[in-house]
């Protein structure tokens, strides 16, 4: 049986694969949701930062991101009433196809040795920085400012192979996160916070007509465009010098 060598292209897909796997299956083992907590609470902020900068995009406003202990979200947009429905389509995409934009930019950064730890102090630093201008609930002022910290601790201090390692992890459990809520995609409504609202493509459908499951098809099939584009370009092997350290 032939091995795998350390530091390949076969043990860095087997890594990432078996970390997919645990935050995938973690939710069905004893004590599971707490070990992938974190996770969860960062997938929610991966999905409802993604309507709101499609919101910010878009030339409307940004009012609030919350974050709930179950790890639901909402993220609120104050926009005029009479908006095109085009764009209202777009913001309620934001939340689903926001996670992918961001892994797969992720996943490009891990192919570029220089690019390895300034791209995981970008993350962090965007994490408290949005968590100081929108989160608006205690579940997000805890756990997303621990989560920037490890983060920048990581930037700094870590190996380069655990940084590159953290990187594509990162970019691939936000590519993930759509599928984590596979239900929701699929759902017309959604019970959020304790309120009955549209889900996102509900929301598309109200705006651009079509059922919500072609909206969730055609959103599921661009998030895994992105993601494996993205995984395929940086498996390929390391750009540029390693860093030391």
Do not use: C
């Not at 609202?197 to 895994?224: K, Q, R, Y």
């Not at 993601?227 to 940086?234: H, Q, T, V």
């Amino acid at each position: 049986m032939k091995r795998v060598a350390p530091g390949s292209q076969s043990e860095q897909v087997g890594r990432l694969f078996i970390a997919g796997i645990l935050v995938v299956f973690a939710p069905h083992l004893p004590f599971g949701n707490y070990l992938i907590y974190p996770f969860m609470i960062l997938g929610t902020w991966f999905h409802e930062m993604g309507h709101g900068l499609t919101a910010l995009a878009l030339g409307h406003q940004f009012e609030r991101l919350l974050i709930f202990p179950d790890g639901s979200g909402v993220a609120e947009s104050l926009s005029p009433a009479d908006i095109p429905p085009w764009q209202r389509a777009m913001i309620a995409a934001g939340g689903p196809l926001g996670p992918s934009v961001m892994g797969m930019a992720l996943m490009l950064a891990s192919a570029r040795a220089r690019l390895w730890r300034p791209a995981l102090l970008a993350l962090a630093a965007i994490v408290m920085l949005s968590t100081l201008i929108w989160v608006r609930t205690l579940t997000g002022w805890i756990v997303l400012p621990a989560i920037a910290a490890l983060l920048a601790l990581l930037a700094w201090r870590g190996k380069p192979g655990l940084v590159r390692f953290m990187l594509q992890f990162l970019g691939m459990l936000a590519g993930l996160s759509m599928f984590l809520s596979w239900d929701y995609l699929f759902t017309e409504n959604a019970v959020i916070g304790g309120q009955l609202m549209l889900s996102d493509t509900g929301a598309i459908e109200a705006s651009l007509l079509l059922p919500h499951w072609v909206w969730a098809l055609l959103l599921v099939g661009s998030a895994m465009l992105m993601i494996g584009g993205s995984l395929k370009y940086a498996l390929r092997g390391v750009r540029g010098r390693l860093p030391r350290r």
